[in-house]
């Protein structure tokens, strides 16, 4: 036997946490064990270099700003286990996984316990896997076997396909403006977290590196002859701490993992309405008379909208920006615009950025108080490129700052009547990793937080928001973040290129965020840079965008043109039809925001989530899954009017909504696309909820509710609940909600139907029309009354009270 240098030893095994220490060192490993299917493993030297967390919340809707002791489990089950160990090897079990560790070098293999079999879904590389004692160089290492036969999904916001095989990243923020979906790395978010799957035993487990260093994650494209096949994590500072979490699934990790993070925060439901945003509005030096001719628009063409992203050149002076300034020549009276706003049914939310110029009307005073971050020496404020000139970050680990912000917000946004913040360019570009954070009383270099002070700045803006007006839902946008964003804000994927490959790989984009436990996320619709979008362009893209639960048509174009609804008459009835059709799913969305917040599911979802068994998912695609029922084929290319489109195998099959016609799972097709509308399929067994009353920029808070059925083609049973409540305030937490639940048993002869109402919330409605395929010929019968056919195949029914 071959003598291993870093022989450690077993010192501990209590309160389901074991002890290891390096036996001729100061390295230490503890692994927990924390649930029957996530285990967590812990190495450091002498004492932890971050002795908080703030990425881990498991159920949680918030932690305080300070953090989460990093060694507390108590929120944990922390299950039995069985403890082996001799001199060489500790087992671990649960009843779902078994760990296996050499004491040599505390190399791990990892075994799925699955029908009373053991099958190995992970195990470290064989030699050198860790950076013990320095051994591998600066930094954290951790190097795991690869197998050709393995695909890797997740890591956040990333570029090119969502399979991640065969390729590298870096896991830091940055503001790359105008970036190319399919190839620019890194972007703007922090998300240390992936899943393996193994196409031959279908096993998936989830890795999550609780570390916000800068990191890098290679997921095959280096090779060594020395190693074999492997993938590694190399973070620049901080601890090795890592979970793993088995599935077997993908999609019990991504819930399991969204869990592990917490709750996806439950916005208010015009959150999910249109939102119309440019920076040239408020660029301009008529900026207000721009935002209200926006509404007197909206109403001449007719185009339903909820509210409006006010970007940042409503703080400027002269041509640079500053936050929380009103520039009163832009904007000679705030409070009447945003009244104005109201009055016309939509809300308005306010940009706000981390950084003050250094000529900022308040610099001086932030500096004195020491509330930005500080340079390597603890004694100077460190400064660094933001926009025009030179900037200081606000230190958001600083209590005084912290305070400093959320009374900012207050008085300058919403007392206003400003409704919502826009936590923009907070991707926190400072490069001297030495330089210093207040760290709540415990100074801590940036380099090891960095993406922590987006989270805290979108947390001290959502406790601004929600202790101002407690009665109300907060709702917020922010563009950088990590792990535990989705407990604060609605996301998107920042400035995208116009071109219709961002239309293609930004849907890719949004794939590795919901897998990755970020499920409220959207796009620039149009484009935020480059040049304006061509017509058919734009239609495609509107055509996209409704089908995320983020709908923004947002932009910065070169040629100083504004992305609109109307910016092309001749394709003006695609775009409102395709905003309107947005607006009557609006049920169904909002349904899947509380599913999200309830239950951990995502809202967009790859088709291999729901259809895992299918291979054929597995295949590169432009198509998405929107919840459980709609799989949505959107136009990627110019001047396609034909679209291929694979669906997967599903017993019940595939209604085209377009054009009503019944597909069998499991084949690959091709259906029209016309311009006026990109393919849209529901699942067979599906119940859709929408709003059956007339869509127009004047009624779109008229809300009447009906269900789109589309039957079992032969025999089944679907039960769905619909979600509904005052869709503003938090009188949910109170318990003043209901559910419509809608069962229909179909039959060769027979669909039947009963609609029902649970819960203390006051529907308003107590009728909902039932919408059936026009070609559906079998007898309907609702609430055990038999309907006449009609043409269309809608009929009317009342929802019964608790039955």
């Avoid at 916001?157 to 990243?169: L, N, P, Q, V």
């Amino acid at each position: 036997m071959i003598k291993e240098k870093y022989l450690f030893k077993l010192i501990k095994n209590e309160n389901n946490v074991i002890d290891f220490k390096l036996a001729d060192g100061n390295t230490y490993v503890k692994v927990f064990v924390l649930e029957e299917d996530v285990i967590r493993f812990l190495m450091y030297e002498n004492e932890l270099k971050m002795d908080r967390t703030w990425l881990v919340a498991p159920g949680m809707d918030d932690i305080e700003k300070e953090g989460r002791d990093r060694l507390d489990i108590s929120p944990f089950s922390k299950p039995e286990y069985v403890l082996n160990c001799d001199e060489l090897t500790c087992t671990i079990e649960t009843s779902k996984i078994k760990l296996v560790i050499s004491l040599n070098g505390m190399k791990t293999a990892w075994y799925a316990k699955i029908n009373g079999s053991e099958i190995k879904f992970a195990s470290d590389r064989k030699t050198q896997a860790y950076n013990i004692e320095g051994s591998l160089g600066k930094g954290v290492f951790h190097y795991l076997e690869r197998s050709l036969k393995e695909q890797y999904y997740g890591l956040g916001e990333k570029s090119g396909i969502a399979e991640r095989h065969g390729r590298s990243f870096k896991m830091m923020s940055v503001d790359p403006m105008g970036y190319d979906a399919e190839t620019t790395d890194p972007l703007y978010k922090h998300v240390p977290f992936y899943i393996t799957r193994n196409k031959e035993t279908g096993i998936s487990f989830g890795i999550f590196y609780d570390n916000l260093s800068t990191s890098i994650f290679d997921m095959g494209k280096e090779l060594d002859n020395y190693h074999g096949y492997y993938r590694y994590y190399n973070a620049e500072d901080g601890d090795l701490d890592y979970y793993i979490i088995l599935g077997p699934e993908i999609k019990n990790v991504t819930q399991k993992f969204s869990y592990l993070t917490g709750r996806t925060i439950f916005s208010p439901k015009w959150s999910i309405g249109y939102s119309g945003s440019t920076m040239h509005y408020t660029d301009a030096p008529n900026a207000q008379e721009r935002l209200q001719k926006f509404i007197e628009l909206c109403k001449k063409y007719d185009i339903p909208c909820d509210s409006f992203q006010l970007s940042s050149g409503y703080t400027s002076i002269g041509k640079k920006r500053y936050v929380f300034n009103w520039n009163r020549d832009k904007f000679p009276s705030p409070k009447d615009i945003i009244n104005y706003y109201h009055e016309n049914g939509l809300r308005l939310c306010a940009n706000i950025k981390p950084a003050l110029l250094i000529d900022h009307p308040i610099y001086k005073e932030l500096e004195e108080n020491k509330m930005f971050v500080q340079d390597r020496t603890g004694e100077k404020t460190e400064t660094a490129q933001f926009w025009d000139d030179l900037g200081a970050y606000v230190d958001f680990t600083n209590p005084k700052a912290y305070e400093w912000w959320k009374k900012e917000v207050t008085e300058k946004l919403l007392e206003y009547g400003i409704d919502s913040t826009w936590n923009d360019n907070n991707e926190y570009e400072i490069w001297d990793s030495d330089a210093k954070a207040n760290g709540f009383g415990k100074e801590i270099n940036i380099g090891q937080i960095r993406p922590l002070m987006s989270l805290l700045m979108m947390k001290a803006s959502f406790e601004a928001q929600k202790e101002y007006n407690p009665k109300i839902r907060p709702y917020l946008i922010s563009r950088s973040g990590c792990p535990g964003m989705q407990r604060y804000v609605q996301t998107w994927s920042g400035d995208n290129r116009t071109c219709y490959k961002t239309i293609k790989y930004n849907i890719k984009m949004g794939i590795g965020l919901s897998l990755s436990g970020i499920y409220n996320f959207g796009h620039d619709v149009g484009g935020f840079a480059g040049p304006a979008p061509e017509p058919e362009m734009f239609v495609r893209w509107v055509q996209n965008g409704i089908f995320h639960p983020r709908f923004t048509i947002h932009s910065w174009n070169d040629d100083g043109t504004v992305n609109e609804p109307w910016m092309y008459p001749q394709v003006l009835p695609y775009i409102r039809e395709a905003i309107k059709f947005r607006v009557k799913i609006t049920p169904y969305i909002y349904n899947l925001l509380y599913r999200a917040h309830e239950y951990y599911e995502p809202m967009v979802r790859p088709t291999f989530y729901n259809f895992e068994n299918d291979t054929k998912t597995y295949e590169d695609c432009d198509d998405f899954m929107l919840g459980e029922d709609m799989l949505v084929a959107s136009v990627v290319e110019e001047g396609q009017y034909e679209r291929e489109v694979y669906l997967p195998e599903y017993n019940d099959g595939w209604y085209d909504y377009n054009t009503g016609l019944w597909f069998e799972g499991g084949q690959r097709i091709k259906v029209p696309a016309p311009l006026n509308y990109s393919p849209l399929f529901i699942r067979g067994g599906a119940i859709i909820p929408v709003n059956d009353a007339e869509i127009t920029f004047e009624t779109k808070s008229k809300d009447e509710r009906g269900f789109m059925v589309f039957p079992h083609k032969n025999v089944g049973k679907t039960e769905f609940k619909l979600y509904e409540d005052d869709g503003y305030t938090n009188d949910y937490k109170k318990g003043i909600f209901a559910f419509v639940n809608v069962n229909m048993e179909c039959d060769e002869e027979e669909i039947k139907i009963d609609i029902s109402k649970e819960g203390k919330f006051e529907l308003p409605y107590n009728k909902v029309k039932i919408h059936l395929p026009k070609s559906e010929v079998r007898k309907i019968v609702i609430n055990g009354e038999m309907f006449e056919k009609n043409n269309e195949n809608v009929y009317e029914a009342f929802v019964e009270e608790g039955r």
